[in-house]
């Protein structure tokens, strides 16, 4: 029976707990109570699946449900998200593609004419209506018109402002700030470059010197930080890999170094992943730091570093999924960080997204499903570099592929058209 191979039901899983060795820290009894909490799921767990061998099973029509609902109306717990609006838009509906949900004629609508008003005149697209340029909400909605994956959804895109926007934030050293006048850090490096890419506007000139800012980023222990000098970031690493990767500079990495500390997030006991060295597992992380290795297997095959013939990641697929299918689901719908925290659209988006990644090992020359569970609980492939589904991401980089690089007043001399490159090749 498939519910003997699941890792939480073999009887040496209490020997990965963490030991304190007799020298407690705050962190340290923080790890001792999630854990835990995570045991005594587990043990529920042993009983329930002697009733129901189909178990773990996602439950994919509440989390549907609460999506649905969430693209309707918010509660009020939502106000201080105001500024977030495209990125509330994007993880229901990054969410709802993996579950296979297809949008219908009124919701797609709808998201359009939202993410419309949200676009300003100048270039990019503000938190909500009337709101400042921010490249974060910026990255949201461009996913999620790709994701609608109509023509009237690619064509909301002002690709020429856009390009503009991206210029107006870049700074001398190559990096991108999040906002006029606003900080500049990792993120805002990928944002610019995912949607560069994706919209077909990127240049050789717009990200001169980007590649090496970005390794300034990559710290002594092989992960990225937001900016020089600070500490390695399960989100930071993620958009630091998979920018180089986009820009073709992946050669730049200490790969090597980066594999080490990644593989190392992976929790002994929960199976899940943390964000930073000594801290605790999240759900979250399941994509952020469990997307790192399609990419890292594709750099490494290129490198003759890893074996072709290989058909897993280079994590424990099997434990990731057990953590979200078990202790991740919210019995109301949506998914969570950890046990005991309340569902929100951001934790349903990524878990979804990182499960999606262990469920799928793909390469240009074998694809290997991993399902725990029973075989419903099977999502949509991801699209490891944008974070939008496979189908999606391949639909529009040919939608705006088929058309012309705009040639902005800062780089119209020289254009360069560094995005027709086919990115099904780096996957």
């Known amino acids: 029976m498939a519910a003997v191979m699941l890792r939480c039901l073999q009887p040496d899983i209490d020997e990965e707990r963490y030991s304190d060795k ?9 790890q001792i109570k999630v854990e835990k909490n995570i045991a005594a799921i587990f043990s529920y767990f042993r009983n329930t699946i002697e009733v129901d061998s189909k178990e773990p099973v ?8 609460y999506l ?9 717990g939502f106000q201080c998200l105001d500024a977030s609006r495209p990125w509330l838009v994007y993880w229901a509906v990054h969410a709802l593609e993996l ?51 109509t023509k009237e959804a690619y064509d909301v895109i002002n690709r020429e402002k856009l390009q503009e926007f991206l210029w107006q934030m870049r700074t001398d050293e190559g990096a991108f700030r999040m906002h006029e006048g606003g900080e500049v850090d990792i993120r805002g490096v990928y944002c610019a470059v995912s949607v560069a890419r994706l919209a077909n506007i990127a240049t050789e000139q717009l990200f001169n010197r980007t590649p090496h800012w970005i390794m300034r980023c990559q710290t002594y222990e092989g992960g990225f930080s937001g900016t020089p000098g600070m500490e390695a970031h399960g989100g930071y690493t993620f958009c630091g890999l998979a920018a180089l990767t986009l820009l073709h500079a992946h050669h730049l990495c200490d790969t090597p170094a980066l594999l080490r500390w990644a593989t190392n997030r992976q929790m002994r006991f929960e199976g899940g992943f943390q964000g930073r060295t000594n801290k605790l597992v999240d759900g979250c992380y399941s994509f952020w730091q ?10 490494l095959a290129q490198e003759d570093a890893v074996n072709m013939s290989a058909e897993r990641w280079m994590f424990n697929q099997e434990a990731l999924q057990e953590y979200l299918l078990i202790c991740c689901q919210h019995p109301r719908g949506g998914l969570i960080d950890k046990p005991g925290k309340a569902s929100d659209f951001y934790h349903t988006c990524y878990t979804l997204s990182g499960m999606s990644v262990a469920q799928h090992f793909s390469t240009a020359a074998i694809h290997k499903k991993c399902v725990v569970g029973h075989s419903s609980n099977e999502l949509s492939m991801v699209h490891p570099l944008y974070n939008i589904g496979v189908e999606s991401a391949l639909a529009a980089t040919q939608y705006f592929n088929n058309l012309p690089v705009p040639e902005t007043r800062e780089n119209n001399q020289t254009n360069t058209n560094t995005s027709s490159h086919d990115d099904r090749a780096q996957t």
């Open 68 to 76: 649905k609902k969430g693209l309707k109306t918010l509660p009020e």
């Open 290 to 299: 469990g997307g790192l290795f399609p990419i890292l297997h594709t750099l």
């Open 99 to 149: 579950l296979e949900v297809k949008l219908n004629e009124q919701e797609a609508g709808n998201i359009i004419d939202f993410l419309k008003r949200c676009q300003n005149p100048a270039g990019g697209f503000g938190g909500g209506p009337g709101q400042f340029s921010h490249l974060a909400p910026t990255y949201a909605a461009v996913n999620a018109l790709a994701i609608v994956g």
């Open 22 to 30: 007799g020298i407690p820290t705050v962190t340290s009894d923080e």
């Open 58 to 65: 996602l439950h994919r029509e509440r989390h549907i449900a």
